[in-house]
């Protein structure tokens, strides 16, 4: 999504250009596929969108894709506690001023409007603190609200990750109210919403899109501050000196190709599964995601006849077979839509062993700027510092930034 980003801002700036892509698609993380044991498409990954992610919606609006994002029309977030069967719903008003604290129906039950304050403790943050050490884990709170949030949004178990990634998040979305933090997901796809329309605006503009292009190495000036060729597998682009290079790349292979770039090289794991079941759901309900307390998922997405879960930080459960993850997550799956637990499971594991790197206190001083050394380099990824979590939103944003950064030398 970072290399889409850029690409398109650049070619809606009237530039000429070119993409390389080492798989046979685009999108990275971000994409959708038809799977033959579902016969069905899924997404590779799932994905929870906000309202008041500026730079995805900026980006949608371009590519003319923004009517796919679907989701209810207030802000609404629904929990069940599978341990017990409770179920609650939290629900910010529309409005800056957050009223809603004060109405314990729209609360995290037996929690206090006192308790929400607790997030402007984010505010004041240190990079060197986690979540743990900011937010007490003993809080009403955390188990039902704060940690299902925080380690969806930074793929990092709570006593491990950076507290100071969640205030920017909190600040644009909960932090503006309601109408910033309506929960939203894909209508059809996540390839239908972020990468088709893209390509198809790309090739409008003329950019030239190579699948199957892995990037082997990169050839620097005499001088080392200029990128004079990129080399292939199969060809070798020379790069004249008033053309730039943007590498969009996962943080490993940026730092393999460029050894001078720092980069965290921890990551953490994602699982998914997407279960097809016998009943089908309008698309457009309200109430097309749940969060899972106390089971194996802590999501659950509904879109028609589908069903998926993710599992974030899920480093104890990436090793497991297939059946077993399955079976794990499909009680979960029964509790929250009242199904029977023997209900036929037709199931897709989707395990993303390096989703996003580990977003500590420590990684964070490892994140790579735009700017590098080299005068016609820039740099973007959900890895470089964005000054916002490693999603879709800050995928976009490192895209943009690279783009402008081009645009104004």
């Known amino acids: 999504m970072a290399g889409l980003a850029a690409a398109v801002k650049l070619s809606e700036a009237g530039h000429l250009v070119t993409l390389y892509e080492a798989a046979s698609h685009a999108g990275g993380r971000c994409r959708s596929f038809h799977d033959t044991a579902l016969d069905c ?226 990551h953490n794991p994602i699982v998914n599964v997407h279960f097809k079941l016998n009943l089908h759901q309008p698309p457009d309900s309200p109430v097309n995601f749940i969060g899972i307390i106390g089971g194996t998922a802590e999501w659950l997405f509904v879109r028609g006849d589908i069903v998926s879960i993710t599992i974030s930080a899920a480093n104890k459960h990436v090793s497991k077979s297939a059946e077993e993850i399955i079976n794990l997550t499909w009680s979960d799956v029964a509790s929250a839509l009242g199904l029977d637990v023997n209900t036929p499971k037709q199931a897709r594991v989707v395990k993303e062993k390096r989703a996003t790197f580990a977003q500590t206190p420590e990684s964070l001083k490892l994140r790579a700027k735009t700017n590098t050394d080299i005068s016609n380099l820039k740099l973007a990824g959900d890895w470089t510092d964005t000054g916002i979590p490693a999603t879709i939103e800050g995928a976009i944003r490192s895209g943009y930034a690279a783009a402008d950064s081009i645009l104004n030398n």
């Open 41 to 266: 498409v899924i997404d590779n990954g799932n994905h929870l969108l906000l309202s008041g992610n500026t730079a995805v919606f900026k980006f949608l609006k371009t590519i003319g894709a923004e009517h796919t994002l679907v989701g209810p029309k207030e802000a609404i977030f629904k929990f069940i506690d599978v341990r017990d069967g409770k179920r609650w719903s939290v629900r910010p008003n529309m409005g800056r001023i957050p009223w809603w604290i004060f109405c314990a129906d729209r609360r995290v039950p037996r929690s206090s409007w006192v308790d929400y304050l607790s997030a402007l403790k984010l505010f004041y943050a240190s990079p060197n603190k986690t979540l743990t050490e900011i937010l007490s884990p003993s809080g009403r709170l955390f188990e039902r609200y704060w940690e299902p949030l925080a380690v969806s949004v930074l793929n990092t178990p709570a006593n491990q990750a950076a507290a100071s990634l969640l205030w920017p998040v909190f600040a644009e979305t909960f932090g503006r109210g309601g109408y910033a933090s309506r929960p939203m997901i894909a209508r059809k796809g996540l390839s239908d919403s972020f990468v088709d329309p893209a390509i198809t605006l790309l090739t409008k503009h003329k950019a030239k899109i190579k699948f199957g292009s892995r990037l082997k190495r990169i050839e620097k000036s005499a001088g080392m501050k200029h990128i004079k060729s990129l080399v292939f597998a199969d060809q070798k682009v020379s790069i004249p000196k008033n053309e730039a290079v943007i590498l969009a790349l996962p943080a490993s292979i940026t730092g393999s190709l460029m050894t001078e770039v720092k980069f965290p090289a921890v």
